[in-house]
């Protein structure tokens, strides 16, 4: 069965500082991996996806994640945090090979940024 | 830019009311889907579809309808509320992957609902 993992709930770094939010998943096949950013009060936006192609992804806003299958982890990264950076952060697998967009997501990790 | 829009933003019903949480998506997708999330469960699945026509449950579709008579649009319907259904509602939207996205989804804004 298809399951995503975010070893955090919640992270706290200074301003200024690098980021990393932890995610691992299990897969019956080549996963299709999302990290997803909500604001407060509003709906999720995509921030980058992995779909077999190029193993290190980058996303918007400075973030990137390196898909690791030996690992089977998929953990999202930026080196040096900014304040609008605070958000809670969602990582989704897509089930198997399936093109209907049925995701499932981790339960998320809040993102602190301290001045 | 439309995108996708959901309407109310908030709502307050009793216990057994029935109300309709309205989605509506101008990107001609084909998937849409409901999803309720809730504090430290992320988002769970409550029904989606694949085109005008067709819909299918999610994980947690107990309590909800839906029904897709146009590809624009994806109401989701709750017959008889209950405090359980307390929750905020994302409705998303999809292009299949092999147009090249690859299924990334299009959130609303949310909808937040409570029942007294």
């Known amino acids: 069965a298809q399951s995503v993992t975010q070893l955090d709930s919640h992270v706290s770094v200074s301003e200024g500082t690098p980021v990393l939010l932890r995610c691992n998943y299990s897969?019956?096949?080549?996963?299709?991996l999302f990290w997803y950013v909500q604001h407060p009060n509003k709906g999720l936006q995509l921030l980058l996806k992995?779909?077999?192609?190029?193993?290190l992804v980058k996303g918007i806003n400075g973030f990137e994640a390196e898909f690791k299958k030996s690992e089977t982890s998929f953990h999202l990264t930026k080196p040096s945090a900014h304040m609008s950076d605070a958000a809670e952060y969602f990582c989704v697998v897509r089930i198997g090979s399936s093109n209907t967009g049925k995701l499932i997501f981790g339960q998320g990790t809040t993102l602190q940024v301290k001045p | 830019n439309a995108g996708v829009t959901q309407t109310p933003k908030f709502q307050v019903l009793k216990t057994g009311q029935s109300m309709t949480l309205q989605c509506a998506q101008d990107?001609?997708?084909?998937?849409m889907s409901w999803y309720r999330q809730d504090p430290g469960m992320g988002l769970r699945l409550i029904h989606y579809s694949v085109g005008a026509g067709i819909t299918d449950q999610g994980e947690v579709p107990n309590g909800y309808n839906v029904s897709r008579s146009t590809t624009e649009d994806f109401p989701l319907r709750l017959l008889s509320a209950a405090p359980s259904q307390t929750s905020v509602y994302f409705c998303?939207?999809?292009?299949?992957?092999?147009?090249?996205?690859?299924?990334?989804?299009?959130f609303g804004e949310g909808s937040r609902l409570t029942v007294l």
């Open positions: 998303a939207s999809s292009s299949p992957p092999y147009s090249g996205t690859a299924g990334e989804l299009f």
């Open positions: 990107m001609n997708h084909e998937y």
């Open positions: 992995y779909t077999s192609a190029a193993t």
């Open positions: 897969s019956s096949y080549s996963p299709s």
